[in-house]
């Protein structure tokens, strides 16, 4: 609504990205959103009341504070190895390429640089299902205290997107304080706050024209020019459009049949062995609006919705629909769970939708098969070998 009132100023009205306002767009847009809505709430309902979800008594697991510190060495030896590496992310603008390949980058930051986080979840484990005298309970906090800060050292904006800290930091704020974020009223009133509010708010102070002293004796001049709608234009909120800029970009090339999606399914499969891998749908999106439209930035977002009735029609809405509300469902069954690691990885899913749905999809299912990787499938591993080597019965939780 923000967008569309800046048209009344416009001969011809056009987006942030040049892509021209129609009111056929407009509308088409709003049906597939509808019937994407429909469809999942359906299917949503339905799954969920068939799935049984078995509440177990917790079983108390015998974690030692051992198996914790190796967490600690295993990610101290990560920071060593990636030592280079983590300079160069530390250094490096957001905006200028990153000399490592992508499949560096995504087993380094969304998995090795996750061990620190999972040693944390570990310890919080500890202290829930462990009775722990006075000084295991010392010991055990200065060990949550520098996976922490490692945590923090690895996940920070100098080193890592706000779409990846966003989720990671939500997680922390649910493991150490859950009745902040224990319904689904407290989590999507946070999240409207930030997304709706929080970020253009955020562009009021970051793209003010007046000096400190001047909003000092005049603040009404941080709302000059309607700079909190104006916060809308960007970049950062044009995924509803984009689904109109995919409809357009079908009505040119057709349909892709799934072979987009191969992209996203085989994202592991590097480009050097696979020459003809399909681009990003972001990417093509970018692309449409440079060649018609003369625009100059090409990695743009690209709904789930739109990347549905990229590869397959209105058909492709309804997949991608059911997909998504199995998978909710699914993750619903880990979030009741007595395993923190599986907890932990559900609540993470659900805050990575918010980067997941806006797209493109090839990122947000690579990014969450790496954090799932590095929060649950490989510290599962580490225990199992702990137990195996080390300590017997350590891990005794059906996983």
């Not at 504070?65 to 300079?87: A, E, P, Q």
């Not at 202290?127 to 923090?152: E, G």
């Not at 805050?351 to 599962?380: C, E, Q, S, V």
Request: contains cysteine; aromatic residues 18%; charged residues 15%.
């Amino acid at each position: 609504m923000a967008q569309i009132s800046e048209f009344n100023m416009m001969e011809t009205p056009a987006f942030t990205h040049h892509f021209p306002f129609t009111e056929i767009t407009f509308i088409k847009t709003n049906g597939l959103i509808a019937t994407f809505n429909i469809v999942f709430f359906l299917f949503y309902v339905a799954c969920k009341d068939y799935i049984k979800i078995k509440r177990k008594k917790p079983v108390k697991k015998a974690y030692s504070l051992s198996s914790i510190f190796i967490f600690i060495i295993l990610s101290v030896l990560v920071l060593i190895i990636n030592y280079d590496f983590f300079l160069d992310e530390l250094s490096r603008p957001s905006w200028l390429t990153s000399t490592y390949t992508v499949s560096h980058l995504l087993i380094v930051k969304k998995v090795l640089f996750l061990m620190p986080l999972a040693g944390a979840i570990l310890c919080i484990d500890y202290y829930r299902n462990s009775k722990i005298d006075t000084q295991k309970w010392i010991l055990a906090t200065v060990m949550l205290f520098f996976l922490i800060a490692l945590v923090l050292l690895f996940k920070n904006p100098l080193t890592e997107k706000r779409n990846a800290l966003g989720p990671i930091y939500l997680l922390l704020i649910f493991l150490f304080f859950p009745k902040l974020l224990n319904s689904n009223v407290k989590s999507t009133l946070l999240l409207f706050v930030v997304m709706i509010i929080g970020f253009p708010l955020s562009q009021v102070l970051t793209h003010i024209d007046y000096g400190f002293d001047e909003i000092l004796s005049n603040p009404s001049l941080l709302f000059a020019k309607n700079q909190l709608s104006e916060g809308y234009m960007s970049l950062n909120y044009d995924a509803f459009i984009n689904i109109g800029v995919v409809m357009e970009h079908v009505e040119f090339d057709g349909f892709s049949y799934g072979y987009q999606l191969l992209s996203a399914l085989l994202f592991f499969v590097p480009r050097s062995l696979w020459v003809a891998k399909p681009d990003s749908s972001g990417l093509i999106v970018g692309n449409h609006v440079i060649d018609h439209y003369d625009f100059h930035f090409a990695n743009l977002s690209n709904p789930y919705i739109a990347e549905g009735y990229m590869n397959f029609g209105i058909i492709g809405v309804i997949l991608m629909a059911i997909v998504l509300a199995l998978s909710i469902v699914y993750f619903l069954t880990w979030l009741n769970s007595s395993n923190l690691f599986k907890k932990s990885i559900a609540f993470y899913f659900a805050m990575h939708l918010l980067f997941l749905l806006r797209g493109d999809f090839t990122n947000g299912f690579a990014y969450f098969i790496g954090t799932f990787i590095g929060l649950y499938l490989l510290p599962k591993v580490i225990l199992a070998f702990i137990n195996l080597f080390f300590y017997k019965k350590i891990w005794v939780q059906k996983s």
